[in-house]
């Protein structure tokens, strides 16, 4: 479809292009997903996610945690968990929100945790890990958060569970 | 109001009624029984109430506060040889200056405060009950506290959870007792009045700690232990404060003597110092907000209070704020000059007047004070206000030694 | 409150689920003597499945569902979600609804930190700093009701621009009440802010240091009261911050006395960034009429925007239909519930109201 207004491109700034450059340095350990004005992602897997967290907070100068999402994709039959990190020392970095994304089979949920690299996810993670079923190894206390604690359905934000009484989603 | 099934409970639910409104009855029955009937049943016509009913005349109704005015009749007439007259102790002790008008009074002071405080907060305060800017407010509210159903709790100690609102009526009824209102109107008048009315007054934190206590509740009991420590604290400060009053006044511990020694130069003046201590204290002594600790809801504990319901609650409140109008009257006696003043308005009302601006003292800080905290407020009472209690002391010796005073 | 005794001293005391004017959320503490040893924050009361719902509901009906989480701050809570939408959208939104979305944003945050300063003074035990807040919290309500059409939640920012445009009358009135305003934020540093017991209870009372609080991943005045300028408006500038001039206020002590000195200067600089506003807003349209059923294209967006309590950002992922297939929403009240344990362990009893309200929690923002 479209409208009467579109958005203008923007061109990439330096502290952007810089960052790609960095990442080469991981070589294989992080695929770029996107690099938008503003916005970069990167997709690591589970087997290397700790580290490449490391490299985000000491080479990056990413240091301030954002938010954790995690979607459920049935048709890829995997899950993914988005780590979002915001820049607080970094120079020049304030107006960028960096990425680090890691698919997880659907059948075996498990990720290591970030939490040794960056505090602030615990909570976090343990609302991920009860909305969604994703067991973070490492995390020292999973229990429900934000749920009852007699939640006895399947984790709510899998596409799976349907709210009772509405239509399915998509629809 | 509970749900009334049966006759028994029927009977029961009379009886506490009664029961409360025979406690009330004489507080407020009297005083109208005295003023409507007897007084002028009285002076004017004897007692023979067959031909007084068109000649009564009101300004008579003034000596009520001037025993030593009363007409002369009075001694001889048939009503004070019964013992009933407005010279009699029992009317002093119930009416004037005692009970009925100490509680009237302390109603008077809670509108008062809610529509300071209103005032002072941007709102208007009570509105509805009586015409005039809800000056009735209080008295609905007791009431309305008359028909709420007394809760007490199954494992608490039924006897000293009771018994705790009475002694409290109790102590505040005896701490008015010493306290005179003019040069000649009063209860008790001893050569040991000051020292009585101190004593009285270290009475309260226990009685506090039994209603926290016999609630059998582990935060009342720690909301008593807070207040305990609280009270104790600021008690020694109080007293040191009042030592200076005594060395000025010549060693006398009565308080007509007190207040015949300010002729020259009320004691506010010399002793400003325990004046400050003074008033800092009686605010701990009644739980007033900066020191409300004890009372405070949005804090750990619960309060020594929460277990009482309707009456108890109405009559233990009542006790506080009698309290602390015994503690302004106190004020006044000792460094307001009490019930000196010019000529034409007698003494007492002089009294009254210096009362009710000390009342409004006390009243104020609510409006402008955070609560503070428990271990602050201890450190507080134990090192500054002792110590400049002191500092008083040694000024009041000097200007005794030094023949100023 | 319930208690049990856990051991000799110790005594474990479950805190809420319901605080007079603060919402619906509960935490256990330990105490030992005077001392907290032991936090537990529990949160959840009041979780309504907001982002599951989303899935089932275009991008315009989600708007009222979305805004009703965070009560006292309804325009910034939607705003993120509006930008994130029109990047998905590919639309602009014309420069009249930006300026009319940052004066509305501006004013919700005088409102929410005046109720911020209300329940502040419920809990220090101050009456009179509950009820002058909210008494002059009505008069700039009234003000956003001249633009949004209701008293609180108006649905104002939706994607594709704002709602309704601004009457005539807006202006004279907006700056009559800013000058009353500025008169009584005097009145309020002189007799709150000043008064000595105040200052005893809040200064050195629950210091959050600056390493901490970034390592935390705290947001809001209690990032910026820890000595750390952070603030979505300068760092990410969207609508036209960054053609208006404000300050941003950062102290280096990191107690609750500089969240409160940081809520009480950024009011201030909310009415001088409305006053700059209503000089430099355009004529033109308010609004890009999108249809109900209007689809997003493929793909990610995150938008950010500095919310009263802090950053808020809505991650929304969609696979081209009407509806969204993922929305995250991340809340500046859950980011700063970490802090609460590290704030209250080691601290006095008494502090805890102080400490608690004192970083912001929104107990139904947090749980969406």
Not at chain 2, 162 to 187: E, H
Not at chain 2, 231 to 252: D, T
Not at chain 3, 258 to 272: K, P, T
């Amino acid at each position: 479809m479209s409208s009467s207004i579109t958005a203008p491109k923007q061109e990439l700034s330096p502290a952007e292009k810089a960052i790609v450059d960095s990442i080469g340095q991981l070589g294989d350990k992080a695929k770029i997903a996107y690099v938008r004005p503003k916005r970069v992602k990167i997709l690591a897997s589970r087997e290397n996610i700790v580290e490449v967290a490391g490299f985000v907070r000491d080479v990056l100068k990413f240091d301030h945690i954002a938010n954790v999402t995690g979607t459920d994709f049935p048709k890829d039959k995997a899950i993914e968990v988005d780590y979002h990190f915001e820049s607080i020392d970094g120079p020049g970095l304030r107006s960028l929100v960096f990425s680090l994304g890691c698919r997880v089979p659907t059948e075996d949920p498990v990720l290591p945790s970030l939490i040794e690299v960056f505090p602030a996810v615990n909570y976090h993670e343990r609302e991920t890990a009860e909305m969604l079923g994703v067991v973070f190894k490492g995390h020292p206390n999973l229990s429900r958060f934000l749920l009852p604690e007699d939640w006895d359905d399947i984790p709510p934000l899998l596409k799976a569970y349907r709210l009772p009484g509405r239509l399915e989603a998509g629809e | 109001m509970p749900e009334i099934v049966n006759f028994e409970q029927f009977v029961r639910r009379i009886l506490e009624i009664l029961f409360w409104v025979l406690i009330i009855l004489p507080m407020i029955a009297l005083p109208v029984f005295y003023l409507i009937y007897v007084l002028q049943v009285e002076i004017q016509c004897g007692f023979s109430l067959l031909n007084c009913s068109h000649q009564i005349d009101w300004s008579l109704a003034l000596y009520m506060f001037d025993p030593s005015k009363m007409n002369p009749l009075d001694p001889n007439s048939y009503i004070s040889q019964l013992g009933l007259g407005t010279n009699s102790v029992l009317f002093k002790v119930s009416t004037f200056p005692g009970l009925t008008f100490a509680a009237i009074l302390s109603s008077f002071v809670i509108w008062y405060e809610r529509k300071l405080l209103a005032k002072m907060q941007y709102r208007i305060g009570p509105l509805y009950a009586g015409r005039v800017e809800g000056w009735l407010q209080s008295f609905a509210d007791l009431f309305k506290l008359l028909f709420k159903e007394i809760v007490i709790p199954a494992r608490a100690d039924t006897l000293f959870f009771m018994a705790v609102p009475f002694a409290m009526m109790a102590l505040s009824g005896a701490l008015l007792a010493v306290i005179p209102v003019g040069p000649t109107t009063f209860i008790a008048s001893s050569a040991y009045s000051l020292l009585i009315a101190l004593a009285i007054l270290s009475f309260f934190p226990i009685v506090t700690l039994l209603a926290g206590w016999a609630s059998n509740n582990k935060f009342s009991f720690i909301g008593g232990i807070r207040a305990l420590y609280q009270m104790i604290s600021y008690e020694i400060p109080l007293i040191l404060s009042v030592v200076g009053i005594i060395i000025l006044s010549g060693g006398s511990l009565n308080f007509v003597d007190i207040v015949n020694s300010q002729s020259r130069i009320w004691f506010i003046g010399p002793m400003i110092l325990g004046a400050i201590v003074f008033y800092v204290t009686a605010m701990a002594e009644v739980e007033r907000i900066p020191f409300d600790i004890p009372e405070a809801d949005s804090e750990l504990v619960a309060g020594w209070l929460t277990e009482y319901t309707s009456m108890n609650f109405g009559v233990i409140n009542l006790a506080v704020y009698i309290k602390l109008y015994a503690l302004s009257s106190l004020f006044t006696l000792l460094f307001l000059g009490g019930w000196q003043g010019p000529a034409p308005v007698p003494g007492v009302v002089w009294f009254m007047i210096k009362t009710v601006i000390m009342l409004t003292i006390f009243i104020i800080p609510r409006g402008f004070n955070p609560r503070v905290r428990i271990d602050q407020l201890i450190s507080f009472g134990w090192v500054w206000l002792i110590g400049i209690a002191f500092a008083n002391i040694f000024i009041a010796v000097f200007l005794r030694a030094a023949g100023l005073l | 409150m319930i208690t049990q005794q856990v051991a000799e001293d110790k005594l474990t005391v479950s805190i809420g689920p319901q605080h007079p004017g603060a919402g619906h959320f509960r935490f256990t503490i330990t105490v030992e003597g005077d001392t907290i040893t032991d936090c537990v924050p529990d949160p959840g009361y009041v979780h309504r499945g907001a982002e599951k719902q989303t899935e089932y509901r275009n991008y315009l009906q989600s708007i009222p569902m979305l805004e009703r989480s965070s009560l006292t701050d309804v325009t910034n809570i939607i705003m993120p979600y509006s930008m994130a939408s029109e990047e998905l959208m590919g639309i602009e939104i014309p420069p009249r609804a930006k300026y009319l979305r940052m004066i509305m944003s501006e004013n919700q945050r005088i409102i929410s930190h005046l109720y911020w300063l209300g329940i502040q003074g419920i809990f220090l035990g101050h009456s009179t700093m509950f009820m002058w807040p909210l008494g002059d919290r009505d008069i700039f309500i009234d003000l956003g009701q001249m633009i949004g059409g209701a008293r609180i939640t108006y649905s104002y920012a939706i994607p594709g621009g704002v709602r309704n445009d601004m009457p005539e009358s807006f202006k004279p009135r907006a700056l009559k009440v800013f000058d009353y305003f500025e008169k009584r934020l005097k009145d309020y540093e002189r007799i709150f802010f000043s008064s000595p017991l105040f200052l005893k209870r809040t200064l050195g009372v629950g210091v959050l240091p600056r390493e901490d609080a970034i390592k935390l991943g705290v947001v809001g005045p209690v990032l910026r009261a820890s000595d750390v300028k952070s603030d979505v408006r300068i760092d990410e500038p969207y609508n036209f911050y960054e053609d208006v001039d404000f300050e941003v206020p950062s102290f280096k002590e990191c107690d609750t006395y500089a969240r409160c000195m940081v809520h009480l200067i950024e009011m201030r600089q909310s009415m001088r960034i409305i006053r700059q506003c209503l000089e430099k807003i355009p004529q033109g349209p308010v609004r890009v009429k999108l249809s109900p059923q209007q689809r997003a294209n493929a793909g990610e967006a995150y938008g950010r925007v500095e919310a009263s309590r802090g950053a808020m950002g809505f991650h929304i992922i969609s696979d081209g239909s009407t509806k969204p297939y993922r929305v995250k929403i991340s809340v500046p009240s859950f980011r700063n519930l970490i802090a609460l344990p590290k704030l209250l362990i080691g601290s006095h009893v008494a502090d805890m109201p102080a400490i608690y309200w004192s970083l912001d929690y929104w107990p139904v923002e947090a749980d969406r």
